[in-house]
């Protein structure tokens, strides 16, 4: 268990944490690190393509957030009222 924790957790989390807690969308990230893994280790490079991807999808999703805010609040209403099961 500690081997996996180690190689899975720890790597990833070093090989992150710089780059994490100075990232804008760091509370909004869904990325999952299981993603950036291949047979060796993690890939810095596939986790930094997946962490560009992922923050240009959030911040297009902002955007559309703000401008339905901006134009027709009451449908931002109407959303909140979805139960989703």
Do not use: F
């Not at 959030?58 to 009222?81: C, S």
């Amino acid at each position: 268990m500690v081997r996996l924790q180690r190689y899975y957790l720890e790597e990833y989390e070093k090989a992150s944490v710089e780059q994490c807690k100075n990232c804008w969308a760091v509370n909004l990230c869904n990325m999952c690190y299981a993603a950036c893994y291949r047979e060796n280790g993690i890939d810095i490079e596939a986790k930094n393509e997946l962490c560009t991807y992922q923050k240009d999808q959030l911040k297009g999703e902002l955007i559309m957030y703000h401008q339905v805010l901006e134009t027709n609040p009451e449908l931002l209403e109407h959303i909140q009222d979805i139960e989703i099961i």
